[in-house]
């Protein structure tokens, strides 16, 4: 007989990630739950994300992660708990997540917010790279700190925001004409779609090899220079792009003035 399905709370389950993680919640066959907050109400995008996760299976909770008695009951009626919440807003989230965590007693695995490239294996970081690196270190140290059974994703990069403008800085677009590359165009990468990231986590909620551990997604194909990514896109464009060098130096003056 098949072990029963845990029931997966996605927080932030509407979001860029999160609606990702909801299906792919579902496609596995998980009972999937997602927070219904009041103050969505005059909200209509919000709504209609909602009705959409509606159609699909999901189930609501009406809760609040910043109100903790709503919270600790939304927890003690699922299994797993998986955050989506977003980075910009700092960590202050997450802390009040694990803090109800703690107080309901029966969370099988916690999948904090992170997604990213593993910021402990960093040596290098600017801003705004580098306060995010020590948030998502601070909520993990804290996670660990906890005993709460976790679960890290480092997800590297997302192709959403990496793969069409060809790792360009200062745009979401593909180049028409030209294309900056840095350095020799030769370092690599790792490019992952948002929708692969979704289904690996959700695989691990229920997986003992991957308890207090953090995960890292590096599936070789996805693996790649900057110059490769520009050779693909070439080919499928059926143009050629002006290329032309950016020096370590000149990188690091345009990091420092975003």
């Given at each position: 007989m098949a072990s029963e399905k845990s029931k997966v709370l996605v927080l932030g389950g509407t979001g860029y990630l999160g609606k990702r993680l909801v299906k792919a919640s579902l496609r596995e066959g998980h009972p999937t739950y997602v927070l219904q907050r009041n103050e969505n109400v005059m909200d209509i995008n919000k709504i209609q994300a909602l009705l959409r996760l509606k159609k699909r299976g999901v189930q609501f909770i009406e809760a609040s992660v910043s109100n903790h008695e709503s919270l600790v009951r939304a927890l003690k009626q699922v299994d797993v708990v998986v955050s989506a919440l977003p980075q910009t807003s700092g960590p202050s989230f997450e802390y009040?997540?694990?803090?109800?965590?703690?107080?309901?007693?029966?969370?099988?695995?916690?999948?904090?917010?992170?997604?990213?490239?593993?910021?402990?294996?960093?040596?290098?970081?600017?801003?705004?790279?580098?306060?995010?690196?020590?948030?998502?270190?601070?909520?993990?140290?804290?996670?660990?700190?906890?005993?709460?059974?976790?679960?890290?994703?480092?997800?590297?990069?997302?192709?959403?925001?990496?793969?069409?403008?060809?790792?360009?800085?200062?745009?979401?677009?593909?180049?028409?004409?030209?294309?900056?590359?840095?350095?020799?165009?030769?370092?690599?990468?790792?490019?992952?779609?948002?929708?692969?990231?979704?289904?690996?986590?959700?695989?691990?909620?229920?997986?003992?090899?991957?308890?207090?551990?953090?995960?890292?997604?590096?599936?070789?194909?996805n693996i790649v220079s900057q110059n490769e990514l520009i050779e693909i896109w070439e080919k499928l464009n059926g143009k050629k792009l002006e290329k032309s060098n950016v020096s370590r130096e000149d990188f690091l003056a345009m990091m420092e003035g975003i």
């Open positions: 009040k997540v694990m803090d109800a965590i703690k107080e309901a007693g029966n969370i099988k695995r916690y999948v904090p917010a992170e997604y990213s490239i593993d910021p402990s294996r960093r040596f290098h970081t600017l801003e705004p790279a580098k306060g995010l690196a020590e948030r998502i270190l601070a909520v993990r140290k804290a996670v660990q700190d906890s005993k709460i059974p976790y679960t890290s994703i480092s997800a590297n990069l997302f192709a959403g925001w990496y793969a069409p403008n060809l790792l360009q800085i200062d745009t979401l677009m593909p180049p028409k004409d030209k294309v900056s590359i840095y350095g020799d165009g030769n370092a690599k990468v790792i490019i992952l779609d948002e929708d692969d990231v979704a289904t690996y986590t959700i695989k691990t909620v229920d997986d003992p090899r991957t308890i207090n551990k953090i995960l890292h997604l590096v599936p070789p194909e």
